[in-house]
């Protein structure tokens, strides 16, 4: 049953049944004949279906006014941005000029993420297009260059390997997101102490190269996917590397892990910072994505990530796990 047909039965009802207990009442008093007075409740009753009708019809119409203003919204071409919804053809009424201003929210909040997701891909397609076409500008110039010497080339490989390894970093913290958004994360054991010392060994001849110590120290369990976690800590610390004077330390404890470096420090709040692909001065991280990636993973993990002080001097970043 619909809501009108609802609203209409109750008028009806509360018009009909005080008149019909009326009529029954001076009935079994003798006060008239049966005819007519079944007559008169014949009457009343369609009556009071007609007041039950057109009242609920006139309660309901600005009801059904934002219907179809929504069902003129879902069948509307074109970007969402473009999107706004009909004024109304009178005032509604308190409750429905505040259904409306809900809508009129949710449709702002829709137009934001599209906005925000917009900037997302055109701000990926560049960092993504700046060093493949870097990468072939260079494999241009080294298949025209026959007499460039050894160091050269040398020299250019190197940049050629380093504009390569930005991109598969990107596509790795890519393929990191989408895991985040296609399943849960599989929660398991984790022995923080092995964890690290893979990292260890896959980041050590990277901080020889910069002429950086790369530590650990301490040990912990905690529950989270490996895969994931890798990912987020990996990041942490290519960042730490990145910016250290001269050592980077990774501490384990139950349930968290810390990345502390002897650089500068965070220049701006770790908010900010995490924001994908954000413009500026201050950024750490491939496009912005490593700090969000790794803020990401902790808090589908039922962690998060914070800064923290840290007794080198530098950056302290902070990554809490479930314990045991």
């Not at 190197?158 to 790795?172: D, K, P, Q, W, Y």
């Not at 530590?215 to 942490?236: D, H, K, T």
Request: charged share 25%; with cysteine.
């Amino acid at each position: 049953m619909s809501l009108r047909a609802r609203l209409a039965l109750v008028i009806a009802l509360l018009a009909f049944l005080p008149n019909l207990v009326l009529a029954l009442t001076l009935g079994l008093m003798g006060e008239g004949p049966w005819l007519p007075l079944l007559l008169w409740l014949l009457l009343l009753a369609l009556v009071s279906g007609l007041v039950g009708y057109f009242l609920s019809r006139g309660l309901l119409r600005p009801l059904e006014e934002l219907t179809r203003a929504l069902a003129y919204l879902s069948v509307k071409e074109g970007p969402v941005t473009v999107l706004r919804l009909p004024s109304p053809k009178e005032p509604p009424p308190q409750e429905i000029a505040k259904l409306r201003q809900r809508f009129k929210e949710l449709l702002e909040r829709l137009r934001e993420l599209m906005e925000a997701r917009e900037a997302f891909y055109a701000a990926l397609a560049h960092d993504l297009k700046t060093p493949l076409l870097s990468a072939l500008r260079a494999l241009e110039y080294l298949e025209k260059a026959d007499d460039l010497g050894k160091e050269k080339r040398v020299t250019l490989l190197n940049a050629l390997r380093e504009e390569l390894s930005r991109t598969h970093l990107l596509v790795e913290n890519l393929l990191t997101l989408s895991r985040l958004e296609a399943r849960p994360p599989h929660k398991e054991s984790l022995n923080l102490r092995a964890l690290a010392e893979d990292l260890l060994l896959r980041y050590g001849e990277e901080a020889r190269k910069r002429g950086l110590v790369l530590e650990v120290e301490g040990a912990g369990l905690a529950r989270g996917e490996r895969l994931l976690l890798e990912r987020a800590l990996a990041n942490l610390l290519e960042n730490a590397l990145r910016h250290a004077r001269s050592r980077v330390r990774l501490r384990l404890e139950e349930g968290a892990l810390l990345v502390e470096d002897d650089g500068p420090g965070l220049s701006l709040p770790l908010e900010v910072l995490a924001r994908p692909f954000r413009q500026g001065e201050g950024s750490r991280g491939s496009s912005g994505l490593g700090l969000f990636i790794a803020k990401r993973v902790a808090e589908a993990l039922g962690g998060r990530l914070v800064a923290c002080a840290t007794p080198l001097g530098g950056a302290g970043l902070r990554l809490e796990l479930p314990r045991l």
